[in-house]
């Protein structure tokens, strides 16, 4: 009898993520002539779907992966991460610590993260066409540090790169030729790093650390393999009902020309004529993960 095929996952790759972050910070406050003040915060925000804010966030990958005749996977991946928009605080993946110095008075002290990312290795086990897999590596992060006088209202921002490491797992599926869905759990560790505040002579020492639930699809190159099992593909039907990609766009101008205006004021319109736009567009995209699951995302930018 022929042997049993299954997924080839040699190749190199390219994809998009999609998570959520949770944390905790701890940091500690020093001033000349004044003993150290600690505390922490929390870096979870959650999801305001008006405000479009929290602790999620979206990014990219790449990689390279080289499965062994004993079905055992090597691999190498890098991605780069960015938060949804901060809110009305200034925080999007992060948290602020409210505190009393002796020296300066009521304070607050926050960071948020602007952008993060891994470079990482990956060992992984495909017993059919699944493949789980544990990875691990260097991991990097851009913040923003904010020191806020609470008594006159001073703000004074610093921006710094930490740099830690990064260990998680995950496990990764064929849907379609050339594509892969991915789910994976990301934990990194940031060491303790320095930022000083010279307009009011502080120093804080903080360390950071993320939890990092994300999903993602991979676009494989080089490979039209399909899984060796039916059930992980889609219903039968034509290759490009697999991947649906819509969009709209509209746009809405209004206004009126000159018009005889001799007691125009605040509330009138003006006599010379006024015109507003708006426009927003539309994605509507979705994917056919096997019989009986799709998965769609419709996001809407409006102006």
């Known amino acids: ?159 710094l790169w930490r740099f830690g490491w990064a260990a998680g797992a995950g496990v990764e599926v064929p849907i379609a030729p050339h594509w892969t869905a991915t789910l994976e759990y990301l934990f990194t560790d940031y060491d303790s790093s320095s930022v000083s505040f010279p307009s009011v002579g502080q120093r804080f020492d903080a360390d950071l650390f993320l939890h990092q639930l994300r999903a993602g699809v991979n676009y494989r190159f080089g490979t039209d393999a399909a899984p060796a099992s039916s059930s992980l593909m889609a219903a039968a039907a034509p290759a490009a009902d697999l991947v649906n990609f819509h969009g709209q766009a509209t746009f809405v101008w209004q206004g009126y020309p000159p018009i005889r205006s001799p007691y125009a004021g605040v509330n009138s319109l003006p ?15 979705g994917v056919r993960l096997w019989r009986g699951a799709e998965v769609w995302i419709d996001p809407e930018i409006d102006q």
């Open 1 to 159: 009898a022929a042997a049993p095929a299954f997924y080839d996952w040699t190749g190199f790759y390219v994809g998009g993520h999609l998570g959520d972050a949770w944390g905790s910070s701890r940091w500690t406050a020093n001033s000349a002539g004044a003993a150290a003040i600690s505390g922490s915060f929390g870096l979870f925000e959650p999801f305001d779907p008006f405000a479009e804010t929290g602790s999620f966030f979206e990014g990219v990958q790449a990689g390279y992966d080289y499965r062994l005749a004993n079905r055992f996977v090597l691999g190498a991946a890098v991605d780069a991460s960015f938060p949804a928009f901060p809110d009305r605080a200034g925080i999007s993946i992060g948290g602020s610590s409210t505190f009393t110095s002796p020296v300066i008075g009521a304070e607050s002290y926050g960071e948020t993260v602007l952008s993060f990312g891994t470079v990482r290795g990956r060992v992984g086990y495909a017993p059919g066409d699944w493949l789980v897999y544990a990875t691990g590596g260097l991991a990097w992060t851009y913040d923003r540090a904010v020191l806020t006088q609470l008594g006159n209202g001073a703000t004074d921002r610093r921006f």
């Open 271 to 285: 006599g010379s004529g006024l015109g507003r736009e708006t426009i927003d567009a539309t994605l509507y995209a």
